[in-house]
């Protein structure tokens, strides 16, 4: 049984920086393509950012690029997301999930949710 737990969710100032994490537990997560979402109340859910098996291979939403790192942490078993330069528009709930699909872009299967980590930014 896999778990995923993201945390490093807070209340920080326009321009500030945030650092998420998503621990798993039960299966190692160097296994799956890991992505990350987020959803702010009244929208839809998004993509954020992307990570492929080996870390070789990252994908980011126009909104997010430049600004948003998402890497492994394979000792600890942890994918996190580098978020600079926050905006009020990056307030949202962010969840991680993983994927045992093959095709790294397609956005469209996901095996595993965590319970999601509350960033607020404020201007």
């Known amino acids: 049984q896999v778990q995923l737990v993201e945390s490093g969710g807070g209340l920080v100032q326009a321009g500030g920086a945030l650092r998420l994490s998503c621990a798993a537990s039960g299966r190692t997560l160097s296994n799956y393509i890991v992505d990350w979402f987020r959803q702010a109340p009244g929208k839809e859910r998004e993509f954020v950012a992307g990570v492929n098996r080996s870390g070789s291979r990252t994908a980011y939403a126009d909104s997010v690029k430049g600004r948003f790192t998402i890497s492994r942490d394979n000792a600890m078993n942890t994918v996190n997301l580098q978020m600079n330069s926050l905006k009020p528009e990056d307030t949202a709930v962010y969840y991680c999930?993983?994927?045992?699909?093959?095709?790294?872009?397609?956005?469209?299967?996901?095996?595993?949710w965590g319970q999601g980590t509350q960033v607020t930014v404020s201007s």
């Open positions: 999930a993983v994927s045992d699909r093959v095709i790294f872009t397609a956005r469209n299967t996901y095996d595993y």
